[in-house]
């Protein structure tokens, strides 16, 4: 593993590139090509025997992505990194590359819908069958491997409802057993967890999210462990399956990492903030933070996480309906899915994000008609504040009218 002596908030600014070799210019330059030339016929054929190091074609490689990759290796404490044209395209890939036929994948019980989606999919088409479980207890865990078992695959924390799922535990269990850990980390961001680090095997983002946090591009990460790996995978899934990233939004997100220190930090004190605010409320019911010390996985969360992030999930009284008025009540704060931007966005997983899972299912999730998934934003607290009090007043007096 690559060790690195600069912090992350260094790295996101220098790694990867030398504007020496580049005329001097300070912002990374974007290479918009589809293809390199060659000196001479025999530099072309030494490129491609792999005698040489360069550049082919820009599908396996580009120097803007490239730079992306490298600080994002950096970040990830990884080996090796893999830019793809969505977070799906990096899900799709390594699951591609760590699976045949007839295997079997244990994930964390709640995983992001089109992961879901694709698993289904493995399963029909491939015979590569999977199991949900809540990794709570070394024992539920190894009750669930099967001799098919190739890989265990988290989310932590769990969308929406924040749960959190040990990662120290599940690399233990999956040493034992000689199975690689996959971890989507989109929701902490490389600045706030880092699961190589802990022992995982690989870890993707969508960098749709906070990676980037402009809300201007869909684009995907993987970084592994073993350099080696990730290179075959390059020459391997991510040429052949071709879901890569394209030289612009590399060059977009290459200028959106360089604040992700100084986002996730105003994030996590915007998120605090209304956090007490939200606890203050009588219509607020549950609320779901990770670093809320009254969370019974608070230890975990120390254990595992820098700090919490800006996603906090909440309920409201009054149903369905209660969550629908009071996000029609907000004017600042934006109804969107996605989340990591610089707008705070507020979404009803019930009939948003999880509105394909069956309603019984959503129940054992936890996933309730009247939770809100707030994406805390960049704005001043006081007026994400104003704004949410602005509804809550509403929704009070509408209660109140339903209760006479
Ligand atoms: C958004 C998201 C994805 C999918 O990423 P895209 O960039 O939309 O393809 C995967 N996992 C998590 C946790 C996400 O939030």
């Given at each position: 593993?690559?060790?690195?002596?600069?912090?992350?908030?260094?790295?996101?600014?220098?790694?990867?590139?030398?504007?020496?070799?580049?005329?001097?210019?300070?912002?990374?330059?974007?290479?918009?090509?589809?293809?390199?030339?060659?000196?001479?016929?025999?530099?072309?054929?030494?490129?491609?025997?792999?005698?040489?190091?360069?550049?082919?074609?820009?599908r396996?490689?580009?120097?803007?992505?490239r730079?992306?990759?490298?600080?994002?290796?950096?970040?990830?404490?990884?080996?090796?990194?893999?830019?793809?044209?969505?977070?799906?395209?990096a899900?799709?890939?390594?699951?591609?590359?760590?699976?045949k036929?007839?295997?079997?994948?244990?994930c964390?019980?709640?995983?992001?819908?089109?992961?879901?989606?694709?698993?289904?999919?493995m399963?029909?088409?491939?015979?590569?069958?999977?199991?949900?479980?809540?990794?709570?207890?070394?024992?539920?865990?190894?009750?669930?491997?099967?001799?098919?078992?190739?890989?265990?695959?988290?989310?932590?924390?769990?969308?929406?409802?924040?749960?959190?799922?040990?990662?120290?535990?599940i690399?233990?269990?999956?040493?034992?057993h000689?199975?690689?850990?996959?971890?989507?980390?989109?929701?902490?961001?490389?600045?706030?967890?880092?699961?190589?680090?802990?022992?995982?095997?690989?870890?993707?983002?969508?960098?749709?999210?906070?990676?980037?946090?402009?809300?201007?591009?869909?684009?995907?990460?993987?970084?592994?462990k073993?350099?080696?790996?990730?290179?075959?995978?390059?020459?391997?899934?991510?040429?052949?399956?071709?879901?890569?990233?394209?030289?612009?939004?590399?060059?977009l997100?290459?200028?959106?990492?360089?604040?992700l220190?100084?986002?996730?930090?105003?994030?996590?004190?915007?998120?605090e903030?209304?956090?007490?605010?939200?606890?203050?409320?009588?219509?607020?019911?549950?609320?779901?933070?990770?670093?809320?010390?009254?969370?019974?996985?608070?230890?975990?969360?120390e254990?595992?996480?820098?700090?919490g992030?800006?996603?906090?999930s909440?309920?409201?009284?009054?149903?369905?309906?209660?969550?629908?008025?009071?996000?029609?009540?907000?004017?600042l704060?934006k109804?969107?899915?996605?989340?990591?931007?610089?707008?705070?966005?507020?979404?009803?997983?019930?009939?948003?994000?999880?509105?394909?899972?069956?309603?019984?299912?959503?129940?054992?999730?936890?996933?309730?008609?009247?939770?809100?998934?707030?994406?805390?934003?960049?704005?001043?607290?006081?007026?994400?504040i104003?704004?949410?009090?602005?509804?809550f007043?509403i929704?009070?007096?509408?209660?109140?009218?339903h209760?006479?």
């Open positions: 593993m690559k060790k690195n002596k600069l912090h992350k908030d260094t790295l996101v600014v220098h790694e990867g590139y030398d504007d020496t070799k580049h005329h001097g210019s300070l912002a990374v330059p974007l290479y918009q090509t589809s293809t390199y030339s060659f000196d001479t016929a025999e530099q072309g054929e030494k490129r491609f025997s792999g005698e040489e190091a360069g550049n082919i074609y820009s396996i490689g580009n120097p803007t992505v730079v992306l990759e490298e600080r994002m290796t950096a970040l990830e404490e990884g080996g090796g990194a893999l830019a793809f044209g969505s977070g799906m395209a899900v799709s890939s390594i699951l591609v590359h760590l699976t036929a007839g295997d079997h994948i244990l964390s019980r709640g995983i992001y819908g089109c992961t879901f989606g694709l698993l289904n999919i399963k029909e088409k491939y015979n590569i069958t999977h199991s949900l479980i809540s990794m709570t207890s070394e024992e539920e865990i190894e009750q669930a491997i099967t001799p098919e078992t190739v890989c265990i695959y988290v989310e932590t924390p769990i969308n929406p409802t924040m749960e959190l799922v040990d990662l120290h535990l690399v233990k269990v999956a040493k034992k000689g199975l690689r850990v996959v971890v989507d980390n989109t929701f902490t961001s490389p600045y706030l967890q880092n699961p190589l680090a802990i022992g995982a095997d690989f870890v993707l983002h969508s960098a749709t999210k906070y990676i980037n946090g402009h809300g201007d591009v869909i684009a995907g990460l993987l970084v592994g073993d350099a080696d790996e990730m290179e075959k995978l390059r020459y391997s899934v991510q040429k052949d399956y071709g879901a890569i990233m394209s030289p612009f939004d590399a060059w997100l290459i200028r959106g990492l360089k604040t220190p100084v986002r996730m930090e105003r994030h996590t004190a915007n998120a903030k209304l956090l007490v605010y939200l606890k203050g409320q009588s219509l607020v019911e549950d609320i779901y933070y990770p670093f809320d010390k009254g969370n019974p996985q608070y230890e975990i969360a254990r595992q996480m820098k700090a992030g800006g996603l906090i909440f309920t409201v009284k009054g149903g369905k309906k209660g969550a629908q008025l009071f996000m029609d009540s907000l004017s704060i109804i969107a899915v996605s989340l990591g931007d610089a707008e705070t966005l507020i979404q009803h997983p019930a009939t948003m994000t999880h509105s394909s899972v069956p309603e019984e299912e959503r129940g054992k999730m936890g996933i309730s008609d009247s939770l809100l998934r707030l994406s805390v934003g960049l704005e001043h607290p006081e007026d994400l104003a704004d949410l009090k602005s509804a007043t929704l009070e007096k509408t209660n109140s009218l209760a006479n």
